[in-house]
């Protein structure tokens, strides 16, 4: 299969180990981009006030790389500019203050890059199949789709 030069550019992860805020930022970066959004997804202390002790993700893999791929595709479909889309996201035991997913959009402006890292964070969300144990305070956990958690917001 043959890519378009702008797919090229694009990498998406799913990883064990720590994410690397700077890797992403060089990977989405391009010498014809006048801004570079980065999101960075982070463990809470707290989710509507329950407190939080940390949260395992796990991923359908093959899956979820292939919905970064479409939302990548969606992305530079919609804001033709885009040159680069990284999405990198965190799986096994995440504790408070790490980060679990980074999305990032190199483009030459920045109001398309910021749609665009929006509508990427959002996307996945909803349409990526990855889940996320929320382990409690007092001992307890449960799981829930992170689409799920979003659509309580």
């Avoid at 299969?1 to 998406?12: H, I």
């Avoid at 890797?23 to 959004?37: K, R, S, T, W």
């Avoid at 920045?110 to 959002?122: K, L, P, T």
Wanted: glycine fraction near 6%; proline fraction near 5%.
């Amino acid at each position: 299969m043959t890519l378009a030069p702008s797919a090229m550019r694009n990498a998406f992860k799913i990883i064990f180990a720590p994410l690397s805020l700077e890797q992403v930022y060089q990977l989405a970066n391009d010498a014809q981009n006048g801004a570079v959004v980065v999101m960075s997804g982070t463990v809470r202390d707290n989710t509507e006030g329950r407190p939080v002790e940390s949260l395992e993700y796990q991923a359908y893999e093959p899956m979820a790389i292939q919905v970064f791929q479409q939302i990548a595709s969606q992305i530079q479909a919609q804001w033709p500019g885009v040159k680069r889309v990284i999405i990198h996201h965190r799986i096994g035991q995440l504790r408070v203050g790490e980060m679990s997913v980074l999305v990032a959009v190199g483009s030459p402006h920045r109001a398309e890059a910021f749609a665009a890292c929006q509508y990427g964070i959002d996307t996945l969300k909803h349409n990526a199949p990855i889940w996320k144990k929320e382990h409690w305070a007092d001992g307890s956990s449960s799981w829930v789709s992170i689409a799920a958690c979003e659509d309580q917001h």
